[in-house]
């Protein structure tokens, strides 16, 4: 018998990056738990493997594992990922940009150019260069969601910040020209998520000394997560969603 899912995304193949953990494990294994069946994408097999099980545990659909890595791969590469996923499933209903890179706070006086290079790379390259293989795969959907991720305190231009400042910033630009030259064709909704203060990696990178237990679990994401994905938002465009403020 078919399991009946609230806020149901039954038959939905769901592209994660950075789905090895953090934001990106969190975000597929609540996708999944709705039904959907998710393309699990990171650099490292382990912790991917760790995102598969953490789906079939929760009841979720079998994941695909694609060990990729989004700052190394040349565009052949990015090709041949969107030609597989085409082969494989014929369709895409959405795509989930939660890979992030993030070194420490650095003054741009002293910003070395390889984590500058690497940073922009992995936030905003690889974001652009993903899409605009997969768009061919989305548009043969009837409704698709693209969803990047962006950063509250980045998008203020923070002192320090440093390239994942400015990619952040890029990134939300990149979204909303994006959706503008989508929303014709009403076909793909494109928006972006500001997660606000979690209990993450990158967090706990970023801010070691702070008090973890006081702020939300990156679980807390799941409902915007399914929101973004799901019926609910079909017709949301161009929009920054900034999960402290969300609401079902």
Not at 61 to 72: R, S
Not at 82 to 89: S, V
Not at 214 to 235: H, K, Q
């Amino acid at each position: 018998m078919d399991r009946i899912f609230p806020m149901s995304l039954k038959n939905q193949v769901i592209l994660v990056t950075g789905a090895g953990g953090g934001l990106g494990g969190t975000a597929a294994v609540a996708l999944a738990k709705l039904g959907a069946h998710i393309i699990l994408l990171d650099k490292s097999i382990p912790k991917l493997e760790k995102t598969y099980d953490a789906i079939v545990a929760a009841g979720g659909c079998e994941p695909m594992l694609y060990p990729f890595d989004l700052a190394g791969a040349n565009e052949l590469q990015y090709q041949e990922l969107a030609d597989a996923i085409e082969q494989h499933y014929g369709s895409l209903q959405g795509l989930l940009h939660s890979a992030v890179e993030f070194a420490a706070f650095t003054p741009l006086a002293v910003h070395k150019t390889q984590d500058w290079g690497h940073t922009l790379n992995v936030n905003l390259n690889a974001p652009f260069l993903l899409t605009r293989v997969l768009l061919p795969v989305l548009q043969k959907s009837d409704k698709a969601s693209i969803v990047f991720t962006s950063d509250s305190s980045a998008r203020h231009g923070m002192a320090y910040s440093g390239a994942y400042g400015v990619s952040k910033m890029a990134l939300e630009g990149l979204a909303k020209i994006l959706a503008e030259e989508l929303e014709s064709g009403q076909k793909i909704r494109v928006n972006t998520l500001v997660p606000g203060v979690v209990d993450s990696p990158l967090r706990k990178k970023a801010y070691p000394a702070e008090d973890k237990t006081l702020i939300p679990t990156m679980d807390s994401l799941d409902g915007v997560y399914g929101y973004l994905f799901g019926e609910a938002s079909v017709g949301v465009t161009g929009q920054i969603i900034d999960a402290t403020h969300f609401k079902l």
